[in-house]
């Protein structure tokens, strides 16, 4: 009996999957979620050579080579050719200089007044990559080389500071020692080193990418993201575009403060509204990774950053510019910012794994068209209810080097997007009785070859309430 009541169920199952088979597209597509917020295409082979090309003993001498200066410290002796920032900077200027003919390698070098954790005038390189893509927008991965020592546990005491017990940061005293050991392996070698080995790998991909890779190890950030912040503010004087920027701060290590092990994860943080285009990168990491990096998790973290910390990700949102940064799972806050941050407490296998997530995001935007422009040119988002009043009409500008569009919509409500379709090579498209004001929507631009560019969503601007005047 049992069994005949099962039988029976299939059949109408498989009646139910014909009759679904022969819907129209469009209703399909409505029912397609997806949990990582994006299509799930195949994998392109080229991606996977370049992800896999990554070397984890490559990243890992670039650590202890950098541990290996003593300190970085910003304010360190810049003259001696074996220790300090910089016999640090020349020999990454002159490693990436050697990575490929293909990469250009400067100095980005700034007079930075005295001011805030800066006691005197002082020179600050960055050290820049850029692998020119066929266009000028550009994808940025970086890091920061320079390193800090506050004293042993100053670090974590500031982590556990109250306002009843502030702890006073040392740099900002006359008597602080500028030259004791630094070795910052993983605050921040880590991050130059995925910096270091990206700026490799993809000038030897082979590969022609539309937009220009910049590969950006950081100068000044433990003085309050100096180095970051002369060379956005640059950017924006400029008007140059910048598609993303994939910052890496503190991602080697997988053994917290607390004991705590975790080497699966690694902690993406954006700055919002949930709709900003930095969310919509960090959406993006989380979705190339699932395709090239399925080993590891990207945790998205919907906050600037952790509480109370920041880093050069920062100086680029504040620059009108898309950025997330990245972080491992479990932090050592008693390591970080003494002599005690030393290569033995950065995995090489973990910081090999983000480091691919990093290449894949990378790679995929600089494949794909730019995302499409969904405001007019006072900014107001280009979506209506049609004619009908009761539909979504989304138009948008067309994006360079686009074959089609894909549109996304999910409810208001949730962060991640649930429904997707592809709708051909136009700039206009209607979703009939889909209300505009109980879901949130956005399109991306695919490319010849698949790439797919960040979603731009819709997002409607605060209304302005004006003060009410009173009668007398
Ligand atoms: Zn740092």
Known sequence: MLWLLKRGMRHVVCVLAVLIALLPCAVAAQTTAHSSGGPTPGADQRLERLVS??????????????????????LSDASSSTRGIGAARQWILDELKGSSPKLEVSFDTYQIA???????????????????GKTSRRVYIS????????GSGVSALFATATPEAPVTNPQGQATFDHE??????DDDASGTAVTMELARVFANSGIDFDATLVFACWAGEEQGLIGSSAHAQKLASEKAVVEAM???????????????????????????????MSRSLARYVRWSAEVY???????????????????DHSSFTSAGYPAVVFRESRENLSRQHSADDTPDGVNAAYLARNARINA????????????????DDRGRPLIGRGPSGYDASLQW??????????????????????HDQIVGKTTHFVLNNVLIDDDVFGVAAVGSDGHQSLISAYVASDRAVLPVKLAK
């Not at 004791?180 to 392996?185: L, R």
Request: hydrophobic share 40%; charged share 20%; aromatic share 6%.
């Open 114 to 132: 005295p001011q805030g954790r800066i006691p005197r005038t002082v020179e600050l390189r960055n050290v820049i990559a850029v692998l020119a």
């Open 143 to 150: 890091g920061h080389y320079d390193s800090l020592n506050l």
């Open 53 to 74: 090309s990554i070397s984890e003993e490559r990243l890992q001498s670039i650590v202890a080579k950098l541990a290996s200066f003593g300190t970085r410290e910003t």
């Open 360 to 375: 894949a995001a990378a790679a995929s935007l600089a494949l794909a068209p730019p995302a499409p422009k969904v405001t």
């Open 180 to 185: 004791s050991n630094a070795p910052g392996a």
């Open 246 to 276: 994939l910052n890496n701060d503190i991602v080697g290590g997988i053994r917290g403060g607390n004991g705590v092990v975790d080497a699966a994860d690694v902690r993406v943080y954006s700055i919002g509204p949930e709709d900003s």
């Open 293 to 311: 990096v399925p080993s590891q998790r990207v945790h998205l973290m919907a906050r600037e950053d952790r509480i109370g910390r920041g880093s």
């Open 397 to 418: 500008a067309a994006s360079p080097g686009a074959v089609s569009y894909r549109v996304y919509w999910r409810d208001a409500w949730t962060s991640d997007w649930e």
